[in-house]
């Protein structure tokens, strides 16, 4: 993978291609007077990318506790002293007494701590009296020279930032070693890559070599070179290939596997053009996320000349986590995915994206703040797009979860009820047409007068003892019709158990409806119905090797499909008794 972003990078610094980043925000500047003997104001103006440099930024020092020249405002004091006046405080060690650059540095440094209290009182109340939006980022910065000049806009302060940089990467390295990300005998290389913040040496385990840390660079070699061009290949991603998937976000790293460099270099220049990009966007009508830059339609189409990684970390403050890494995954891949995708959408006339399987592996509990179940989530992505089995018992088990909870609010939203069970066949039908779950097949099997209806959603009901269930559902739910049309309540709905019946319940269910039916004089009406569904289920008596979710999970697509049953029954040139 670091050898796919260093090639990024050569193409963003060698092509004069632009990373085009967009970072909102405000600058709240300490402001020094004109010899930077006393402290002026605290000066806000927005963000400008074009001064990146001036102000020193550099996005992952900003959080933590690094101390650093320009840091996000999380509380007034410990953002001041900890991070901006200590980062300051320390460029004064770098400075022999007898260098002209000391007096500034300390008399700098002196202002500030004389007038600490005022500083912090001006920040707070600057912050108090412009009421920005929590999203909105605060970054706290020093201006000199009554506010003319930002610290980058100083040699001393520029190499200070610099000398900081090589000291971390300073303190586990080796002369003369192989590079990791090049392959090439250097004259130094070292540990961290300060690209990806997961690299650590402050835990032992993670170090090659046992527990001394000056091992450490055994883990990642990576030389001054490679390291350069590692960072311009991360921003690039982080601007312009970084995308949402529902609450998550993931990096998209092509990688070529041949020498034809103009592939990667098509990509990259499209996505750095906005007139191209917007272009792109509205070449791709269809998505498989929601994010409507997402680019994959376009890469499906691509030869298997580059594999794509999808990298989803997790930021936690200066810091982040690896959730999960997709490697090589090859653009025919995504052509399936979306193929498939294309078969549920014709079959359902929707649209099919993830967030039909986010729907139900986001929070086990409505009540949680946060989602609890990315782990699975992530599991699935992984399955999907690297061609790996999934068990059907296990995404039943969280599909019926969710249509259990939608059923216990069916007297204020029934459609919420209809659609996590329409959601939960497509999602099924998906993962059939990828081959992720198959379905034993019972050949030579009795053809159906709903067969047009059965074979719509492939293998789904391709044995008599689902198509039974199915049925018995179709005919649970126009019971349920007629009882809510006569009495205005659906009484039979406590013999559904919540939809946590048994193999026998569902058995003893038959002739339970059939009765009701008679009752309501309605029987006559649904007898082939009931026929059909009777036939199934008796055609295997024993175990039906059904878990409760997937006996109630047949039932449950029954219900929700009794209107293209009905169609069946009662074609459109008669009228339903």
């Known amino acids: 993978m670091l050898s796919a972003i260093k090639e990024i990078g050569y193409l963003v610094s060698t092509k004069a291609i632009s990373s085009d980043r967009r970072i909102e925000g405000k600058i709240f500047a300490i402001v020094l007077n004109n010899d930077n003997s006393s402290f002026q104001e605290i000066s806000v103006e927005d963000f400008d990318v074009e001064k990146i440099s001036r102000y020193l930024y550099r996005e992952r020092a900003t959080r933590g506790t690094t101390p650093a020249p320009i840091a996000q405002i999380t509380e007034p004091d410990k953002t001041f002293n900890k991070k901006v006046r200590k980062w300051l405080a320390d460029c004064e060690t770098l400075i022999d007494i007898e260098d002209k650059n000391f007096e500034f540095y300390r008399g700098i440094n002196q202002t500030l701590k004389d007038n600490k209290s005022e500083i912090i009182a001006a920040i707070t109340e600057k912050l108090n009296n412009l009421n920005l939006p ?14 003319k000049k930002f610290l980058g806009d100083y040699d001393v302060f520029r190499k200070a930032v610099s000398h900081f940089a090589n000291e971390k990467t300073s303190k586990s390295s080796a002369i003369s070693n192989v590079c990791s990300v090049c392959g090439e005998l250097k004259d130094k290389v070292s540990a961290r890559t300060f690209v990806y913040q997961f690299d650590t040496d402050d835990k032992p385990g993670s170090i090659a070599g046992g527990f001394d840390k000056d091992n450490n660079w055994k883990n990642i070699p990576v030389c001054e070179d490679c390291r350069t061009l590692l960072k311009h290949g991360r921003g690039f991603i982080d601007s312009k290939l970084n995308f949402k998937f529902y609450g998550l976000n993931y990096s998209l790293i092509p990688r070529l596997l041949t020498g034809n460099k103009e592939i990667l270099e098509e990509i990259i220049s499209i996505l750095s053009d906005t007139t191209q990009t917007v272009s792109l966007r509205n070449r791709i009508k269809k998505r498989i996320t929601e994010d409507e830059r997402e680019i994959l339609d376009y ?99 969280f599909h019926m979860a969710v249509i259990r909870r939608e059923l216990m609010k069916v007297k204020e939203k029934d459609w919420d009820f209809k659609n996590s069970i329409r959601d939960a066949l497509m999602n099924t039908m998906f993962f059939e047409n990828l081959g992720l779950i198959t379905f034993e097949e019972v050949k030579d099997m009795e053809e159906s007068i709903f067969e047009v209806v059965f074979k719509n959603y492939g293998n789904t009901f391709a044995s008599p003892t689902k198509r039974g269930i199915f049925l018995l559902g179709v005919l649970t739910q126009k019971l349920l019709n007629i009882q809510a049309y006569k009495r205005g309540a659906k009484p039979f709905m406590k013999k559904l158990k919540s939809l946590k019946m048994s193999q026998k319940d569902i058995i003893g269910l038959l002739p339970a409806v059939q009765y009701k039916l008679e009752e309501y004089e309605s029987f006559d009406t649904w007898r082939k119905l009931a026929q059909e569904s009777s036939k199934y289920l008796l055609a295997q008596t024993d175990d039906w090797k059904l878990s409760v979710d997937e006996i109630n999970f047949y039932f449950a697509c029954g219900m929700n499909l009794m209107e293209q049953i009905t169609a069946i029954i009662y074609p459109e040139n008669k009228k339903e008794e």
Do not use: C, H, W
Request: glycine share 2%; aromatic share 14%.
């Open 134 to 147: 929590k999203k909105n980022k605060k970054f706290l910065a020093v201006k000199l020279e009554g506010g």
């Open 299 to 397: 890469l499906a189409d691509k030869k298997d000349d580059l594999t794509l990684n999808f990298l989803f970390l997790q930021r936690q403050q200066s810091a982040e986590r690896i959730l999960l890494l997709i490697e090589d995954v090859f653009p025919s891949r995504i052509r399936a995915i979306f193929n498939a995708k294309n078969d549920v959408d014709a079959a359902f006339n929707d649209n099919f994206t993830f967030f039909k399987i986010r729907t139900f592996f986001s929070m086990s509990d409505k009540k949680k703040r946060k989602s609890d179940l990315n782990k699975y989530f992530l599991e699935i992505v992984d399955s999907v797009f690297k061609d790996r089995r999934l068990d059907f018992s296990f995404l039943t088990k």
